[in-house]
């Protein structure tokens, strides 16, 4: 639909307008989204295994995409808020041509159905999301401490994603994760990989007579708000041109998504199995 939409829009600037003017400037390249330090506590049994995993995962650091003048101009005429990047990156690829002879014209280009805005209302940590490794060791027969540290036995892939289905999920997930980022400060990630043979040099004791279990898990955000749907038309009149929504819809929404190369750490010794 969105390919439809370009096609569309090209071909009715081109039948409107005769007047070979300058066209709009586009925006510049997406910035980075600005680094923020973390809200929350990280417990000090999180720890970062950036630099020891045997996976290097790929940064997943969501761009902020700066609008075009012209964007620009067409999202402040929309009484709907608009932050779908995936949109504001379609309105960037538009040019219009002006023309002192377009009085009279009139043109209602239809843009499809998009997600416009995530609104977060909950963003909360929970650091042992998932378990990804167990090491063990029996020291009931043993007359001195032992000592075991993290040593990842097989690699683990920890998904997130959304909690229901809907529309444009897509682009859904990349507004929420954008929010949660800016709110956490947290490298997150739809997905993280902990690589086989994965190390951390903490020591964990073992006592004589006793059992030693160190579980390992991976950290996520979970993520709560509301999402908002419109039919987006491009409406151009004369030489006014502005973006209006129609059919307003919103959803409550949530996604699970992983903190990226943070392992949890829980440490429980007992004098028989578990």
Same mark, same amino acid.
């Given at each position: ?21 300058? @066209? =709009? ?5 997406? @910035?980075?989204?600005?680094? $923020? ?39 402040? *005429? ?10 504001? %990156? ?26 416009? !805005? ?14 990804? !490794?167990? !090491? ?15 040593? $990842? =036995? $097989?690699?683990? @892939? ?16 990349? &507004?929420? &994760? ?12 739809? =997905? ?5 043979? *994965? ?16 579980? @390992?898990?991976?950290?996520?955000? !979970? ?50 199995? %578990?």
């Amino acid at each position: 639909m969105k390919k439809y939409s370009i096609i569309l829009l090209g071909m009715v600037f081109m039948l409107a307008f005769l007047s070979p003017a300058a @066209a =709009e400037k586009k925006g510049d390249k997406p @910035a980075p989204a600005p680094k $923020q330090e973390a809200i929350y506590s990280i417990p000090d049994s999180v720890m970062n295994i950036t630099k020891d995993n045997t996976y290097p995962n790929p940064a997943e650091d969501l761009p902020f995409l700066q609008p075009s003048e012209l964007a620009k101009t067409l999202i402040e *005429t929309s009484k709907v808020k608009i932050e779908n990047p995936d949109l504001i %990156r379609l309105l960037n690829e538009t040019s219009i041509n002006s023309t002192p002879f377009a009085i009279g014209y009139r043109a209602i280009v239809y843009l499809g159905e998009w997600p416009l !805005n995530y609104e977060s209302t909950e963003t909360s940590p929970n650091w042992q999301y998932q378990k990804i !490794n167990t !090491n063990y060791y029996d020291n009931r027969g043993g007359n001195a401490p032992y000592q075991i540290h993290y040593v $990842q =036995e $097989q690699q683990k @892939a920890v998904k997130g994603g959304l909690t229901a289905k809907v529309k444009n999920a897509e682009d859904v997930q990349k &507004m929420m &994760m954008l929010k949660a980022a800016k709110k956490t400060g947290l490298p997150l990630a739809l =997905e993280t990989i902990v690589g086989a043979g *994965t190390k951390k040099d903490h020591i964990y004791n073992i006592q004589p007579n006793r059992l030693g279990y160190l579980y @390992a898990y991976a950290p996520a955000i !979970n993520e709560k708000g509301k999402v908002t749907y419109g039919e987006v038309y491009l409406m151009l009149k004369g030489n006014k041109k502005m973006i209006v929504v129609k059919n307003v819809t919103s959803q409550g929404i949530g996604a699970w998504i992983p903190i990226q190369d943070h392992v949890t750490f829980g440490f429980v010794s007992s004098e028989r199995p %578990r």
